[in-house]
């Protein structure tokens, strides 16, 4: 997220900062989720560490539907839960993708501030998640829609961000409890000045993930290769990684590291890193397989190179 972020907005006068509503928000989620709980029966304790239980029983349940298209996408989603099911029950961090495989619609908003100005991010690249096949997953992302709040600033479209994940093994709370997935990324250069980076970018990312108890820890390496503007662009080393409790059935606070290195471009040699505490709530039942997940966060610069001083990030989840 540091390694792509170059845009800034001037928060005006009369407009509420999204900075003062963290706490508030923060609160707000970490009370949500034991009432949340308090609607549904507590399950036994080895469903404590599965979000996606509910779901998946109603994946596989008889009677799912009549007729060959009911039939048809019952097949589809009981692969998808069986896919699951091989897999951690952890949920997806805030900033750092998770290297398990996940379907769902997700929507985030941060606003990044740098020297006073800020900048909103409206959508944050993600969009939508699907497993096609056993092992696979296809995010098509939505470019994100960012705003520079200044007398001078822009808006537009952020480039087109798709991601593919082939998981290489994974087993289960009942088993080694870690996953190893290959991401393959890129981006397209469709975004408005300034917003846009004007050359595809592909990025290869071995992610890795482990977790013991309520435990887990998630993490990601990968690195940026512009099929052009190399001398402005570097090739930009990411690394996150994201420390999750599983504190209760709906809460998971996390403290995630946002580290960035820039190999060539205006960047060369420089480096950044973003500490960013935060909570997720979910995965909350809704009907069948669809659920609800929220997040909130704090990305805060610890470092004296950073492309912006700090960010609120939420992040909105349906999980199907």
């Known amino acids: 997220m540091g390694a792509s972020s170059r845009v800034k907005r001037q928060s005006g006068p009369n407009q509420a900062s999204p900075f003062r509503a963290l706490p508030v928000a923060l609160l707000a989620l970490s009370v949500a989720s034991p009432t949340a709980a308090a609607r549904h029966k507590k399950p036994p ?51 750092t993708v998770t290297p398990r495989l996940e379907q769902e619609f997700r929507y985030d908003l941060s606003w990044q501030e740098k020297f006073g100005t800020t900048t909103g991010l409206y959508g944050g690249g993600k969009g939508v998640e699907l497993i096609p096949a056993e092992k696979l997953e296809v995010i098509f992302g939505i470019p994100s829609y960012n705003v520079q709040y200044s007398p001078s600033g822009k808006r537009g479209f952020a480039d087109e961000p798709l991601l593919v994940k082939y998981r290489v093994f994974a087993s289960n709370e009942q088993g080694g409890n870690q996953i190893l997935t290959f991401f393959l990324g890129t981006s397209l250069p469709s975004g408005s000045a300034p917003f846009t980076s004007h050359h ?69 040699g420089k480096k950044q890193l973003f500490v960013t505490p935060g909570v997720v709530v979910g995965r909350v039942p809704l009907r069948n397989r669809l659920g609800l997940t929220l997040g909130v966060g704090l990305q805060v610069a610890v470092t004296k190179f950073h492309t912006y001083n700090h960010a609120v990030v939420f992040s909105f989840r349906l999980p199907f």
């Not at 599965?50 to 039939?71: F, Y």
């Not at 989603?77 to 951690?88: C, G, N």
């Open 200 to 268: 595809a970018i592909i990025t290869p990312t071995i992610a890795y993930g482990k977790g013991h108890r309520g435990f887990d820890v998630q993490s990601t390496l990968g690195i940026g290769l512009p099929t052009g503007g190399t001398g402005k662009l570097g090739r930009p080393v990411v690394w996150n990684t994201a420390l999750q409790y599983h504190a209760a059935r709906f809460l998971w606070p996390e403290l995630e590291f946002n580290f960035t290195s820039w190999d060539g471009g205006v960047n060369g």
């Open 45 to 95: 304790q080895s469903s404590k560490a599965d979000p996606d239980t509910t779901a998946n029983r109603a994946a596989t349940a008889p009677g799912a539907g009549q007729g060959p298209a009911v039939s048809q996408g019952s097949g589809w989603l009981s692969r998808v839960a069986r896919t699951q099911a091989a897999q951690p029950h952890w949920i997806t961090p805030l900033v």
